[in-house]
């Protein structure tokens, strides 16, 4: 079975501070690891994928096989990162993908 | 740009009542995805499909059915609609093996 644990369900931290939102997994295989981002009366969006390495908006995601860990990072956060964010995961061939409960970020001025 | 259209943003239905939400994407993705969106329980499964007429159960099936006639439109049945199906709906579609495309919502509210 595949979980994704996001303990944090809120997280509030001041303007140009920076934010780390955990993610920790349980996967037997080698998992596809996502952020998706909600914003306020916005739909759920693609943030970034692990395989991509990608920055997106000043995040970063790295995937820890060892700690079965993505954590999304950014050095310095901004009032218009408040939003939702969820972590996901892919198993193996699955086409579809398990959530985790969520974080709401709020950055305050 | 990918779009998911749903086709109702907000609907209050009777306890009891059959209430079908309906989905439609224009990219031609083989995927589609029902999930529930509930504060603190995050995103849930509820069904997916991969292929015209195909269909598998995810997470919580339980009181929904779907049905996928055409290859964009997938749709959601709450056979007999109950107030602990008050939610909100999300759909979504993807090619094989990327990230998915997300539907605004629509939010359900059974009394």
């Known amino acids: 079975a595949q979980r994704v644990t996001q303990p944090e369900k809120l997280l509030s931290v001041f303007k140009g501070a920076p934010v780390e939102l955990k993610c920790n997994y349980s996967?037997?295989?080698?998992?596809?690891l996502f952020w998706y981002v909600q914003y306020s009366r916005q739909r759920l969006q693609l943030l970034l994928r692990?395989?991509s390495r990608e920055s997106i908006k000043g995040f970063t995601a790295d995937l820890n096989k060892g700690e079965t860990s993505f954590h999304l990072k950014k050095p310095f956060a901004q009032e218009e990162d408040s939003a939702m964010y969820y972590c996901?995961?892919?198993?193996?061939?699955?086409?579809?993908?398990?959530f985790g409960s969520g974080t709401q970020l709020t950055v305050l001025p | 740009d990918v779009k998911v259209t749903q086709s109702s943003r907000y609907l209050v239905k009777r306890t009891g009542e059959k209430v079908f939400l309906e989905c439609v994407q224009d990219?031609?993705?083989?995927?589609m995805f029902w999930y529930r969106q509930d504060p603190g329980l995050g995103l849930r499964l509820i069904y997916f499909?991969?292929?015209?007429?195909?269909?598998e159960k995810g997470d919580i099936p339980e009181g929904y059915s779907v049905s996928r006639e055409k290859k964009e439109r997938f749709s959601l049945i709450l056979e007999s609609a109950s107030t602990n199906q008050t939610s909100m709906y999300l759909c979504?579609?993807?090619?094989?093996?990327?990230?998915?495309?997300f539907g605004s919502g629509t939010r359900l509210t059974v009394v």
């Open positions: 996967y037997s295989g080698s998992p596809e």
């Open positions: 979504a579609s993807s090619p094989s093996a990327y990230g998915y495309t």
């Open positions: 996901a995961l892919r198993g193996g061939s699955a086409r579809q993908l398990t």
């Open positions: 692990h395989i």
């Open positions: 499909s991969y292929d015209v007429k195909m269909k």
């Open positions: 990219m031609d993705h083989e995927n």
